[in-house]
């Protein structure tokens, strides 16, 4: 099986790669052309072919929960994060609720289409090293969500978890963002298997991954300190995970 993952992990890295250039070009199209809302279409277009373009690596995806987000507020996605394979889906299937990421800074430079989407579409930026600036782009992410009713995409674990378990979550981002934007919901999501498609390092990348992504019943901030919401959202995240 193994053998059979370089061969076929090539041809999926030519694909992934033509996909980012092909949608960096409709990207910046459709931005200054059409404006956030076109861009926004492109984006969605483009993480399915990124998504898709996995099922040459034998990968299959389930999805559930959907149904359980409410509309027409402000919502926080609290999602475990296993790879860097998670965030295509992941934009996919939330992209109704116009999702927004928290990423680090460097990657908002030269990689095709990802810097691009990072730096229009309305995501935030952090320096790690400089808390400051990193609390001040969550603390405008926040209002963003908070007026616009859209939503935020929030890994607690900081960095992707390489064997599938649950990592400590920090608390910060979690605070800053419900302090700005009260009346945000947290809708928690467990994220599954999405690791092993790496689990030889990024080449060559493993066949027959089953990616699942589960969404849980929302969680009203009301009448919960920070610490109390970060410990429920974790524990109902991690009774979803299949390898605890």
């Not at 996919?92 to 990657?107: A, N, R, V």
């Not at 947290?186 to 992504?213: A, D, H, M, R």
């Amino acid at each position: 099986m193994k053998i059979l993952a370089y061969p076929l992990s090539v041809i999926f890295y030519l694909v992934f790669g033509l996909i980012l250039v092909i949608f960096h070009v409709i990207q910046w199209l459709a931005y200054n052309l059409g404006g956030y809302h076109a861009h926004h279409k492109a984006v969605k277009a483009m993480d399915w072919s990124i998504f898709q373009s996995t099922r040459i690596l034998g990968t299959s995806y389930h999805f559930s929960g959907r149904e359980k987000i409410p509309k027409a507020v402000p919502l926080i996605f609290v999602s475990n994060h296993q790879s860097m394979f998670d965030i295509p889906p992941l934009e996919w299937y939330l992209s109704s609720f116009h999702p927004k990421f928290i990423s680090k800074i460097e990657l908002g430079k030269g990689i095709p289409s990802v810097s691009y989407n990072l730096k229009k579409g309305g995501s935030v930026l952090i320096d790690r090293s400089d808390s400051k600036q990193a609390l001040s782009e969550i603390k405008k992410l926040a209002k963003y969500i908070e007026i616009h009713h859209r939503s935020a995409i929030l890994f607690p674990e900081g960095t992707r978890s390489r064997n599938g378990k649950l990592k400590r979550f920090h608390e910060n981002g979690l605070k800053v963002l419900t302090k700005y934007s009260p009346n945000a919901i947290i809708v928690p999501i467990t994220i599954n298997n999405s690791w092993e498609l790496l689990k030889y390092g990024s080449f060559p990348l493993s066949l027959g991954t089953k990616f699942k992504l589960e969404i849980h019943e929302p969680i009203s901030t009301k009448g919960m300190t920070s610490e109390e919401l970060i410990e429920n959202v974790r524990t109902v995240i991690l009774s979803g995970l299949n390898n605890q």
